[in-house]
Each structure stands twice: as C-alpha cells, then as structure tokens.
C-alpha cells in the first residue's frame, strides 16, 4: 500500500451491497484512510421488493458495522437505480462539504445525484477517482456523440480504477491515459467463501441429501435472477439435450424465467434438474461447494463482470461462462480454470457444457485456486490506495 499519508475518502455509492461493504470494512481496518460511504438508498438494508428476483428480502450479512456510513435522503419520487432520477440527494453535496473530504470516490455516474456530485467536487477544487466496470464485449463503441460526452465526462477525474481487462479497454477506448488508470479488481468477501471452512462442506453435504443426488452424481449449478439475459432456460435446454446419466443441473434462484424454467424442467427424467428458491448470501457457500461446474452463460451487456465467478472460484469451483460476461477475461480461461462459450457459435453453450462435463472432477481446482488469489480487498485496495495517491498530485502532473 502506497498512500503516503492518511486520506480522508468519501464514498458516494447508491446503496450497500454484499460485495461493497465488506471491502470497506476491510479498508477501514487496514487502509490508512478515514473513511465515510455516503449511501444514496436503503435497498439491501431494509426489505425491498427486487424487480428482477420478484421477491422481497434484504442481504443476511453485515452490510454497516466497522466503517463510517450515512444514509443521505433520497427526494425521488420512485427511487432506485433503473432510472437517471431514481437516486435524487438534495442534501448530499451539503452533506459531503460538512465530512470535508480530502478525496471523493464516485461509484457510476448515470443518476442525477452523481452528476451533482461531479459539479460540486470541480466547483470546490476536490479531486475525483471514479469506479465503474462498463465493457464493450460485444457491441462497438457508441456513437460520436455519446463517445464525445463520456470522455469529457471521464476527464473530470484524476483518476480511474478498472476492475479488469474488458473495463480497462472500455476507458482507453473513451480516452483515459494510462497513466490515470489504476487495476483495483472486483474482488468478494473471501472469509465467506472459503473452501477450507469445513461447514460449507458439512451443509453442501446435507443438500446434497436433501435432493437425493449420490456423491458419483456431478452437478452443474446457475445461480442468480431467473432473467433472460442471464440465459437460464437455455442452460437448461442445453443441458437435457446433452442428457449426461451421471450429471445432475440445479438453478437457484428467481425471476420472470421462473414459469419457462419449469415448463422445460419437464422434459428431464427425475432428479435430473432441480430448480431452488432464491438463496441468501450465507446460503450460498454451501451451493457451490454442492456444484463441480458453476455456468453464468449471460449475453449481450448485462454482465458487466459476474461477481458470482469470484464467489465460486474462491470455493474451489471451475466455472462456465459465455465471452460476453465481463470476467471472463480476467478469470475464465478455457481449459484451464474453466470454460467459455462463444456468443457468436450456434449450439455453443451446449458444446462448452459437454467440454466441462468430460473433464475428471477437480482437475482443475489448482489452477482455479491460483487465478483467484490474485482477486482480494488486498489487491482492490492497493489500486485504490494508488489512484488516490495519483488523484492528489498537483494539477497539471497528470495527463488531461
């Protein structure tokens, strides 16, 4: 860790989340920073209805104890993060000049309070660091005039972290210099999701039980929303066509797919597919130390990275994913630490499945361990740490 002195960071992110508030648990622990989120939404802390999971819960993890926090007020008449005005924080540019923040950490920029924030940060003289994990897998830059306003948009921070190679060709391409770029990865609470934990196992043992699946039976597992940019149904489809006798597919989740899932579900032979409720964050390391495959074969631009990967790899899981997931890059290499279908090839998804399928069980558990190590708080941090050096360099020592 490079920062040479105490940084006094604030972080403005719409809402907590399980990946998010570890990490800065861990920052104020470690990190010489003092540190306040400023949470523009309570979705994740209290109840919500989730569009997409159709079903109301909160994360059962700890998503506010051991760094400084605040909820600031959110105006909007329909609030959440599908709409440019769902996220609308009269006070929060009141709230952010009373904390006096050396430094502002700005996750995203598509809502009305972070377009507020980026006005007042240039108005005061604050330096900027923005994170974000936009990509281009499979669609060409935009347009001249979108391109135009997203460079001059990326040009009011001094710095920018990536979490990986398809972001970092994302702001290169949208004219960030490299020497404002910093790799700070996407990276999951690895004290969770710890394959060494000997009650995950003991759980994943007793599920396994539960549906009846004898230890020679191979599962593949998809978890996550029940959408179809996700792909679940065909997953699914997929995964009957090959029809394997000593493979068992398991969804968890919910969603809109829901009904189709189980209509296709029909066509299995018994115990053959298992489709699950939706599962908590502490529910999740018991399946996928269930699953010998995890499949996240998502399309077009919805999976910016695919934070499920870090969380199965951690567990020792190779995984399955499709090269439009923002990851794969980064984690998935085919054969080695899994396996990738090619958007583009017809019948793809089943032929990568059936690739998997014919590898023997935990031949590559080794190099799935060594690929993740490199993706922890420890490394987040020590790119943010050195985009927050960079950010309070004098103006003009950095290229514009």
């Not at 923040?101 to 009305?112: K, Q, R, S």
């Not at 998935?332 to 279908?341: I, M, Q, R």
Request: proline share 8%.
């Amino acid at each position: 860790m490079t920062a040479p002195a105490r940084v006094r960071l604030a972080v403005v992110l719409s809402h907590p989340t399980q990946y998010y508030s570890p990490w800065f648990r861990w920052l104020q622990a470690h990190a010489p920073l003092d540190l306040r989120v400023f949470y523009l939404w309570d979705f994740g802390a209290t109840v919500r209805r989730d569009a997409q999971f159709q079903t109301a819960f909160k994360w059962d993890v700890d998503l506010l104890s051991g760094y400084g926090h605040e909820f600031v007020p959110n105006a909007a008449r329909r609030p959440g993060t599908e709409h440019f005005w769902g996220l609308r924080n009269p006070t929060l540019t009141h709230r952010l000049a009373a904390w006096g923040p050396d430094v502002v950490l700005l996750f995203g920029y598509a809502y009305a309070s972070h377009l507020g924030v980026i006005a007042w940060a240039r108005r005061r003289g604050v330096p900027l660091v923005f994170r974000g994990d936009s990509h281009f897998l499979g669609r060409p830059a935009p347009g001249w005039l979108r391109t135009t306003l997203l460079r001059r948009l990326y040009r009011q921070f001094a710095a920018v972290t990536y979490v990986g190679r398809a972001n970092r060709d994302y702001f290169t391409t949208l004219g960030v210099p490299t020497p404002r770029l910093f790799f700070a990865p996407h990276a999951v609470d690895d004290t969770l999701f710890d394959r060494h934990d000997p009650r995950h196992q003991a759980a994943a043992d007793r599920l396994r039980a539960e549906l009846g699946l004898a230890p020679p039976v191979r599962v593949v597992l998809f978890a996550g929303k029940f959408v179809a940019a996700k792909q679940p149904v065909e997953l699914l489809e997929a995964f009957l066509d090959l029809d394997p006798a000593d493979a068992a597919l398991v969804l968890v989740g919910d969603g809109p797919e829901g009904a189709r899932l189980q209509a296709a579900a029909r066509r299995a032979r018994p115990g053959q597919v298992h489709l699950l409720p939706f599962a908590n964050q502490t529910e999740m390391p018991a399946r996928y130390r269930l699953a010998d495959v995890f499949v996240l074969p998502s399309r077009g631009l919805y999976e910016t990275w695919g934070l499920a990967v870090n969380e199965a790899m951690h567990l020792g899981v190779p995984c399955l994913v499709s090269d439009r997931v923002g990851c794969q890059q980064d984690l998935v290499t085919d054969g080695e630490t899994g396996w990738v279908c090619r958007s583009g090839e017809p019948d793809g998804l089943r032929r990568a499945l059936g690739r998997a399928l014919a590898v023997p069980r935990g031949s590559l558990a080794p190099a799935v361990a060594a690929r993740i190590a490199g993706y922890t708080y420890r490394q987040a941090a020590d790119g943010l740490l050195a985009a927050l050096e960079a950010a309070r360099r004098p103006p003009g020592t950095l290229p514009a």
